[in-house]
Nanobody
Framework: QLVESGGGSVQAGGSLRLSCGAS?????MGWFRQAPGKEREGVAL????????YCHDSVKGRFTVSRDNAKSTLWLQMNSLKPEDAAMYYC????????????????WGQGTQVTVS
């Protein structure tokens, strides 16, 4: 089970920190997002060793994904937010795969809304 929190509404240039709590071991945890009328896309992933993947150049340098394995908690620090970052953000986990392919993840949270104006 994955439970996200931390979404909200901010002005462009602002920051938000998303959190996701997991129950049990997860090899790879990550963040995906889906804007209205668009497909769900990967944002940032991290495995138990701390290796990270950022799925788009547009978030590199602005978003930072991190996790605490002992607490099974995942975070996404989002800085310098832009209107195009607005979306429903989902936490996802996989026991074997760690990449940007949405279809490869079989554990999902309910999502948390991020609005940027």
């Amino acid at each position: 089970q994955l439970v996200e929190s931390g979404g909200g509404s901010v002005q462009a240039g602002g920051s938000l920190r998303l959190s996701c709590g997991a129950s049990g071991y997860t090899y790879c945890m990550g963040w995906f997002r889906q804007a209205p009328g668009k497909e769900r896309e990967g944002v940032a992933l991290i495995n138990t060793a701390g290796s990270t993947i950022y799925c788009h150049d547009s978030v590199k340098g602005r978003f930072t994904v991190s996790r605490d394995n002992a607490k099974s908690t995942l975070w996404l620090q989002m800085n310098s937010l832009k209107p195009e970052d607005a979306a429903m953000y989902y936490c996802a986990a996989s026991q074997a795969y760690c990449g940007c392919n949405v279809a490869a993840y079989n554990y999902w949270g309910q999502g948390t809304q991020v609005t940027v104006s």
